[in-house]
């Protein structure tokens, strides 16, 4: 099982630019379907963006257009670049790993399971 450890929130003005970046360990490669989820304060967490294990991508329609998932298949580390941030976006953002289509089934609105999840990091748009 993963250890994912999120960093790079913090506090931004609507506008603004964020970059998350989720460091995997106990992983040698991205044998695994990996995404972004958030949660705000009493509502349930919400995917954001996965990417799968052969590249493919996808992303919700509250962020398409201004977040772009990639990942670091040297570093192990999948980022979530942040763009035109909106007061909305206010969230904890969690780093998901699954290896059995839970990110995929979150994407398209199913019930779906996560076998590894990282502690989140608290991202704050404010002006």
């Known amino acids: 099982q993963l250890q994912l450890v999120e960093s790079g929130g913090g506090l931004v003005q609507p506008g603004g630019s964020l970059r998350l970046s989720c460091a995997a360990s106990?992983?040698?490669?991205?044998?695994?379907?990996i995404g972004w989820f958030r949660q705000a304060p009493g509502k349930d967490r919400e995917p954001v963006s996965c990417v799968t294990v052969d590249g493919s991508i996808y992303y919700s329609d509250s962020v398409k257009g201004r977040f772009a998932i990639s990942r670091d298949n040297t570093k192990i580390t999948l980022y979530l670049q942040m763009s035109s941030l909106k007061p909305e976006d206010k969230d904890v953002y969690y780093c998901?790993?699954?290896?059995?289509?839970?990110?995929?089934?979150?994407?398209?609105?199913?019930?779906?399971?996560?076998?590894?999840w990282g502690r989140g990091a608290q991202v704050t748009v404010s002006s």
């Open positions: 998901a790993e699954d290896s059995w289509g839970g990110t995929i089934r979150a994407m398209y609105g199913e019930d779906y399971t996560i076998r590894s």
């Open positions: 106990g992983a040698t490669a991205w044998n695994y379907d």
